[in-house]
């Protein structure tokens, strides 16, 4: 019943690529998030974004750019692709002062 | 900035048995404490979160308790299923961000 969809769900592609994944929800939330997370290890915030035109880098530092045209969409690109970049990302969303709603992540593979 | 330390990292324990995940959080202003379960090959889902004005939250086998004055709130899951094994989050939330602890995976042995 998830209302915050990623894709693809999972991506094999060789280094120097340039990749775009995708981030959308149909709550309406103004606030959304780009996790990266190596499997069942902790969750490190890359970007951020208040709502539409707003967008902030997190904690870990990330080689990606994100924007936020429209309110239901976030998406991640890294320009060209290494393989440190292997990993999972997780898009989540929220309103203020509620818990974060997550999508089920893309596994991302560098060749 | 807010600090969220989770223990342990790891807990396995006989279905049946109860667990306890523990958080401490260094920043006083935190005010919303949300846990969350991550099953394989899925994204953390919220599964109960209590706010600072409350000192115990219930709901069926899993409960919350937050200790203000000691910054730390625990996650306690009663009568463990093999179902309940994931990787759980604690999460502290202030002035518009939330900081999550490092996850706890639990393993329910039947």
């Known amino acids: 019943e998830a209302d915050i969809y990623q894709t693809p769900r999972y991506l094999v592609i060789g280094t120097g690529k340039k990749i775009t994944l995708e981030c959308s929800q149909t709550?309406?939330?103004?606030?959304m998030y780009w996790y990266q997370q190596d499997p069942g290890m902790e969750l490190h915030l890359i970007h951020y974004?208040?709502?539409?035109?707003?967008?902030e880098k997190g904690d870990l530092s990330s080689e990606s750019t994100v924007s936020r045209i429209r309110t239901e969409h976030f998406p991640l690109t890294l320009e060209s692709a290494r393989p440190s970049h292997t990993s999972q990302y997780l898009c989540?969303?929220?309103?203020?002062?509620?818990?974060?709603?997550f999508g089920d992540g893309t596994r991302l593979s560098i060749l | 900035g807010e600090n969220v330390e989770q223990h342990p990292s790891t807990l396995s324990v006989q279905e049946g048995d109860s667990a306890v995940i523990k958080c401490t959080y260094s920043?006083?202003?935190?005010?919303?404490f949300p846990w969350y379960k991550q099953e394989l090959g899925k994204g953390p889902q919220l599964i109960i979160d209590?706010?600072?004005?409350?000192g115990e939250k219930k709901d069926q086998r899993i409960a919350v308790t937050l200790n203000k004055t000691a910054k730390h709130f625990s996650l306690h899951i009663t009568e463990t299923q093999p179902e309940d094994s994931a990787v759980y989050f604690c999460?502290?939330?202030?002035?518009?961000?939330?900081?999550f602890g490092d996850g706890t995976t639990l393993t329910v042995k039947p």
């Open positions: 709550m309406g939330h103004d606030k």
């Open positions: 974004s208040y709502g539409v035109n707003s967008t």
């Open positions: 989540a969303s929220s309103e203020l002062g509620q818990p974060q709603h």
């Open positions: 999460a502290a939330y202030d002035a518009g961000k939330s900081t």
């Open positions: 920043d006083s202003a935190s005010n919303y």
């Open positions: 209590i706010r600072s004005n409350v």
